[in-house]
């Protein structure tokens, strides 16, 4: 099924000059995967602790489009640098998960969206992820498949903190958008399962 992550082949080739770069200097995969996560949980963090400030929630945007190139860069240094290893799968795995997790729960701030609505959004997302990584022990491969993966919960999660945090996100449909990215979340694990058990990567 089509989803962004289609995409980052080419935002690779943007990347690779830097990456050539970093690895040259030293730096490794797993510090820009731990980078990462510790951007997320700063962000979510500063946002809970603002106690509701919607101008705040233009951090999640940034930070998304900033995590996203991490994640490319962290998997070009892994593959073709040399440096992948157990411990890096690990970490890109458990990082992603607890990223989703700090800028997700942070909604949960603002009483338009529901406190149920974003926390279900919150475990349906670990759930897809949870799903394609046992595409691995089902021997597909970790599988990516959409409707909503990792790229596309970003694209939708930024668009809602932005127009949120200028004041157009329309008040009558706030309650609804979370469940909304719930249910696609819940529908990309199931596509997942599905490959896993047909024994399809797609």
């Known amino acids: 099924m089509p989803t962004l992550y289609a995409l980052k082949p080419a935002f690779q080739d943007r990347l690779r000059p830097l990456v050539g770069r970093l690895a040259a200097m030293g730096v490794t995969a797993n510090f820009i995967t731990l980078l990462a996560a510790a951007l997320s949980i700063a962000a979510g963090m500063a946002i809970a602790a603002a106690s509701g400030s919607h101008l705040?929630?233009?951090?999640?945007?940034?930070?998304?489009?900033?995590?996203m190139a991490l994640n490319a860069m962290?998997?070009?240094l892994a593959r073709e640098h040399g440096q992948a290893s157990t411990?890096?799968?690990?970490?890109?795995?458990i990082c992603d998960v607890i990223s989703d997790l700090a800028l997700i729960l942070p909604f949960?701030?603002?009483?338009?969206?529901?406190h149920w609505g974003v926390l279900s959004f919150a475990m349906a997302a670990m759930l897809a992820e949870f799903a394609g990584m046992l595409?691995?022990?089902a021997g597909i491969g970790r599988n990516y498949a959409g409707p909503f993966g990792k790229s596309d919960r970003a694209l939708g999660l930024g668009v809602v903190?932005?127009?949120?945090?200028?004041?157009?996100?329309?008040?009558?449909?706030a309650p609804f958008v979370f469940p909304a990215m719930?249910?696609?979340?819940?529908?990309t694990a199931?596509?997942?399962?599905r490959a896993g058990l047909t024994g399809s990567s797609g």
Do not use: H, K
């Open 56 to 67: 705040l929630l233009l951090l999640i945007p940034l930070v998304l489009f900033v995590r």
């Open 74 to 76: 962290d998997g070009m």
């Open 87 to 93: 411990l890096g799968m690990y970490l890109n795995e």
């Open 108 to 114: 949960t701030a603002f009483a338009q969206f529901g």
């Open 135 to 137: 595409g691995i022990a």
């Open 161 to 173: 903190a932005a127009l949120c945090a200028v004041g157009l996100w329309p008040a009558a449909i």
């Open 182 to 187: 719930a249910t696609l979340s819940l529908l």
């Open 190 to 193: 199931i596509n997942r399962i």
